[in-house]
């Protein structure tokens, strides 16, 4: 069955530091990646996606590629600010019907605390 | 309302008493689906519904977990004969259907406490 492995947390970075969130994936066929960021008291958002390999998904800074060849889709952002501070959880999906939004069950990893001091 | 409403926010119950979830997706939103949220385990999938279609209850843990969804609008997720290893947040999310990729949006959780 799929799965998704990430970096365990917490991380604790200084503002304006480099960041790396590790996530490796098992899946049959071609899954769809996602992040997902929890910000204290919210709920689950949306942060990036990338559908098929080699693809690049970037929002808010944040950016992860699609790496087929190591099933990986690293979270990266070079300069991270103290309202990043946040859970971070990688997650992906099997595309099934296209005609419904095209995506099931989605499967996460276990979520990255991130903390980002001033 | 403008996002997906879970209640109750918090519940505390005692071993062995049964418990209602509910959740109210975004209006329109075809599909809903259940996860819980447990320390240190990330989101486990429990169930999902698509429209009319069969729902697709194979992340269920034990027969003590059902879900129905009335109208294809409110969903409740029902525990029974709680136990402590439930204790979990539970959280709900909703998504709209169309042609290409669309976001699933989730609800903040019911944060569930079996003493």
């Known amino acids: 069955g799929n799965s998704v492995t990430q970096m365990e947390g917490p991380v604790t970075l200084s503002e304006e530091a480099f960041l790396t969130i590790n996530c490796t994936y098992t899946?049959?066929?071609?899954?769809?990646l996602f992040w997902y960021v929890q910000y204290p008291g919210e709920g689950l958002q949306l942060l990036l996606k990338a559908t098929k390999a080699d693809d690049k998904g970037s929002n808010k800074g944040f950016e992860a590629t699609y790496r087929k060849e190591t099933t990986s889709f690293h979270l990266e952002k070079g300069s991270v600010q103290v309202s990043d501070s946040a859970v971070y959880f990688c997650a992906l999906s099997d595309p099934l019907d296209m005609n419904s939004g095209g995506y099931q069950k989605v499967t996460f990893g276990t979520g990255t605390k991130l903390q980002v001091i001033p | 309302g403008a996002g997906v409403s879970q209640s109750p926010s918090n519940k505390v119950t005692e071993k062995g008493k049964d418990v209602e979830l509910r959740c109210d997706p975004i209006?329109?939103?075809?599909?809903l689906y259940w996860y819980r949220q447990s320390l240190g385990q990330g989101l486990e999938f429990l169930i999902y519904f698509q429209g009319n279609s069969a729902p697709d209850k194979s992340g269920l843990p034990s027969d003590r977990f059902s879900a129905e969804r009335t109208g294809g609008s409110v969903s409740t997720l029902t525990i029974q004969r709680t136990q402590q290893e439930d204790s979990a947040v539970y959280l709900c999310?909703?998504?709209?259907?169309?042609?290409?990729?669309?976001?699933?949006?989730f609800g903040q959780g019911t944060r569930l406490t079996v003493v």
């Open positions: 899946a049959t066929g071609y899954p769809s």
């Open positions: 999310a909703s998504r709209g259907s169309g042609t290409g990729f669309m976001e699933a949006f």
């Open positions: 209006s329109g939103h075809t599909a």
